[in-house]
């Protein structure tokens, strides 16, 4: 898997489309003047993949320009992407088009709308490329955080800006950024192939082989501590056993196995209780069952007693004070009769009783009324007494069987001494039994550990193989191996580009991210070597001997390389260089020509599996350079076309 560049498309605000094609599998060349809008294409080519921000230029192309797309090239199928440019003000837009068919026209401008996101067209990019799930894990003296490897993270190789390219400390593609220099480092490992593909799944098989040897582990330590230590606790059982008369043996084994074997045997016997302890127990447990529901029946009798008794005790009460009452009101009785009520006049003085005074007829209801209600309080009374009488008499009998129950009881308790014995002999075996029981539940059902110890053994093997195929050094011995192959390649074009120090090997390191001539006195990094066109070099024999690998072992990366202004380090970027104007300067055409011609030569050898794209100032007249020229942009050709900055057509717009 992995993809090319096939075109890039721009779509004014107009709705008109400019279309810049490119050949697949080889090197594309685009030349012309400064200001024409070369070094703009890396920007768009990058804002169509993702970019959280968009760092196409200012200026005539965001001005005139809508939407930017670009169409990929896959092994099968197509894909084009397209994003609209942020309106003023914003860094980014989210509005992004997305489709994939096996073949594809560029849509026109009214079918462009949203169909993905930056963060779902990141995941499909990175599929398309053949980015697998991944996982870098920093090593434990390290407080980056984990993270997987994308689109974005492949993209540090694809790409050499103006100013990068010339760069003499930095080697990569946006390197110079905080944080970028160390993912780079981070992620290098996985597309150079050291990390293997199958990464994460190792991850998963060795983290459940662990489990799996901690469990065996466990079983074998719960069976060694059985055998050591428990055979006294199993010896202790089966003595034990012998003592109550469960085990006739008279001699223990000293083997746990035999001992565990006679403990299963006894747990295995028969056992009940007799039928005469099942007998007299029921007898006793009769007699002690009637004499509590005896006592429960004397308790609540003796309550209902008890309560009669207050009743009457306030009866007599009630009788004393009323009869105190009555005894004050029978004075009434001086005045008297006159026609069948009673005489107003005062018995002492004759004289009628004053208004202010009780009648006499109030006095006399009220006599009459205590009268009646001492005469009915006493009437209940003999009741009362009766069933006080009668609930003493229960009382009585109650006590009897009570003490009768008791007596038995005693004599039962005494008379069954051997009873007991038993019971206590029979009750001492069931529990013996019962703790057995408890012990041969809880040792490990597999004693024999031999297959775990065997199981162990093979477990533990798979473990360290996997440690040595995901171990940290592991993977530097491979980046190591892997980079000695790609070394071979940069001391062989460092030579053919004539660098500085070529007659001496040169390296990657790829723990400073540089190249290094190694001489006899010292090793020598590009930021301590001279000339730009040696820094340039650099980035050159880099890129294409890093590319070169990737494609080799098809690693996860584009099968692009879109390099800027190569020969910038020869002549003046900002001039117009074409065959007249360096036509005296020979031997930086020559230089510059090698460049060209070891790209072209080494992509090739792997045709169609790498495409190139450059462009640059320099324009030559060698037959080979120009057909590699895809488009010229010089006597007024440029990426955006005339037509769509021109004055009407921006007040047009």
């Given at each position: ?106 849509p026109e401008f009214s079918e462009l709308k949203r169909t993905t996101s930056s963060e779902t067209l990141e995941d499909l990019l990175s599929k398309h490329v053949g980015i697998s799930e991944n996982l870098f894990i920093p090593q ?166 008890n309560s009669l008794k207050l009743v009457s005790n306030e009866r007599n009460k009630f009788i004393d004070e009323k009869g105190y009452q009555l005894s004050r009101l029978k004075s009434v009785d001086l005045f008297p009769l006159s ?49 006080i009488r009668s609930l003493e008499e229960r009382l009585g009998k109650l006590q009897d069987k009570i003490k009768s129950k008791n007596d038995l009881i005693e004599t039962l308790q005494k008379s069954n001494i051997e009873m007991e ?233």
């Amino acid at each position: 898997m992995s993809f090319q560049i096939a075109s890039i498309c721009l779509y004014n605000k107009k709705g008109e489309k400019r279309i810049l094609n490119f050949k697949l599998g080889t090197l594309n060349i685009i030349t012309g003047d400064s200001k024409t809008g070369k070094s703009a294409l890396i920007e768009i080519i990058d804002y169509c993949f993702g970019s959280s921000d968009c760092r196409i230029p200012e200026g005539i192309i965001r001005q005139t320009v809508s939407w930017v797309g670009i169409k990929l090239k896959l092994i099968e199928d197509e894909v084009f992407i397209a994003r609209k440019l942020p309106e003023t003000g914003f860094n980014t837009s989210g509005e992004i088009y997305y489709n994939v068919k096996n073949i594809l026209e560029i849509p026109e401008f009214s079918e462009l709308k949203r169909t993905t996101s930056s963060e779902t067209l990141e995941d499909l990019l990175s599929k398309h490329v053949g980015i697998s799930e991944n996982l870098f894990i920093p090593q434990v003296s390290q407080t980056r955080k984990s993270f997987s490897a994308n689109i974005r993270h492949a993209l540090y190789f694809s790409f050499q800006n103006q100013d990068e390219l010339i760069s003499k400390r930095h080697l990569f593609h946006k390197q110079s950024e905080q944080y970028i220099y160390q993912t780079i480092k981070d992620v290098l490992p996985y597309f150079l192939g050291a990390v293997d593909k199958n990464y994460l799944d190792k991850l998963t098989e060795l983290r459940d082989l662990k489990r799996k040897k901690n469990e065996i582990e466990l079983r074998i330590r719960e069976s060694e501590f059985v055998k050591g230590s428990g055979v006294s606790k199993a010896k202790k059982l089966l003595i034990e056993a012998r003592d109550i008369g469960l085990h006739t043996e008279t001699d223990t084994p000293d083997d746990w196995s035999d001992i565990i074997r006679e403990l299963t045997k006894i747990k295995k016997m028969p056992f009940s209780f007799t039928k005469i302890a099942i007998n007299e127990e029921e007898e006793f447990n009769r007699l002690v069952e009637e004499r509590s529901d005896a006592i429960t029946e004397y308790k609540k009798i003796k309550e209902q007693l008890n309560s009669l008794k207050l009743v009457s005790n306030e009866r007599n009460k009630f009788i004393d004070e009323k009869g105190y009452q009555l005894s004050r009101l029978k004075s009434v009785d001086l005045f008297p009769l006159s026609n069948g009520s009673l005489n107003q006049n005062c018995p002492l003085c004759n004289n009628i009783v004053t208004e202010g005074s009780p009648t006499l007829n109030k006095i006399m209801l009220s006599k009459e009324k205590l009268s009646k209600e001492i005469k009915n309080v006493t009437e209940f009374s003999p009741k009362l007494k009766n069933t006080i009488r009668s609930l003493e008499e229960r009382l009585g009998k109650l006590q009897d069987k009570i003490k009768s129950k008791n007596d038995l009881i005693e004599t039962l308790q005494k008379s069954n001494i051997e009873m007991e014995e038993l019971k206590d002999r029979e009750t001492r075996r069931a529990y013996f039994l019962g703790r057995i029981g408890l012990y041969l539940e809880s040792i490990p059902e597999v004693v024999d550990n031999k297959n775990d110890q065997k199981a162990l053994e093979i477990i533990t093997s798979k473990i360290n193989t996997l440690l040595d195929e995901i171990s940290f050094n592991s993977i530097q011995e491979r980046i190591e191996s892997f980079v000695s192959i790609i070394n071979i390649n940069l001391s062989s074009w460092s030579k053919f580009l004539e660098l500085e120090h070529c007659e001496y090997s040169y390296r990657f390191d790829y723990n400073k991210l540089t190249v290094i001539a190694d001489t006899p006195e010292n090793p020598i990094p590009m930021d301590k070597m001279g000339s730009g066109a040696n820094w340039v070099g650099c980035h050159l024999i880099a890129y294409l001997a890093l590319n070169s690998w990737f494609t080799k072992k098809n690693c996860p990366v584009p099968r692009f390389v879109f390099i800027d202004q190569p020969s910038q380090a020869y002549f003046p970027p900002d001039e117009d260089i074409n065959e007249t104007s360096i036509a005296d300067h020979e031997k930086e055409k020559n230089a510059v020509l090698k460049m060209y011609q070891l790209i072209f030569d080494e992509i090739n050898k792997m045709q169609p599996q790498l495409q190139f794209i450059i462009t640059d100032h320099a324009e030559f007249k060698e037959e080979w350079f120009q057909k590699l020229i895809i488009e010229k942009w010089r006597g007024g050709d440029k990426l955006i076309p005339e037509s769509w900055y021109s004055e009407n057509s921006l007040q047009t717009a």
